[in-house]
């Protein structure tokens, strides 16, 4: 069994920036791919960055390319979601979550997190 909770969420103007943390219980975080997916008002959950057990592989959706970074510490237990040049399309909660394949795929995802939210106002 593992535990996420995720914070770092807020409000923030359209441009800033914001760093999510995932912070996992267990000792089996680091045997698991860990993925950020975020869900806005009235749509499906979407995937958002994906990173392998041991950070050497990552993976995002195209539009948060080159603005969003997934990274981890396995020694913290702690994943992260590096978020600049935020828009008001990023506005959204936003889960991470872990498991034994990691992909772009929700079925890829053994444990979730509860969310946290994140607003980017114009």
């Known amino acids: 069994q593992v535990q996420l909770v995720e914070s770092g969420g807020g409000l923030v103007q359209a441009g800033g920036s914001l760093r999510l943390s995932c912070t996992a219980s267990?000792?089996?975080?680091?045997?698991?791919?860990m993925g950020w997916f975020r869900q806005a008002p009235a749509k499906e959950r979407e995937f958002v960055a994906v990173?392998?057990?041991?950070?050497?592989?990552?993976y995002y959706q195209d539009s948060v390319k080159g603005r969003f970074t997934i990274s981890r510490d396995n020694a913290k237990n702690t994943g992260y979601l590096q978020m600049n040049s935020l828009t008001p399309e990023d506005t959204a909660v936003y889960y991470c979550?872990?498991?034994?394949?990691?992909?772009?795929?929700?079925?890829?995802?053994?444990?979730w997190g509860q969310g946290t939210q994140v607003t980017v106002s114009s």
């Open positions: 979550a872990v498991g034994p394949a990691g992909s772009a795929n929700r079925s890829g995802y053994r444990y």
């Open positions: 267990g000792r089996t975080f680091s045997s698991y791919a």
């Open positions: 990173i392998s057990s041991s950070g050497g592989y990552t």
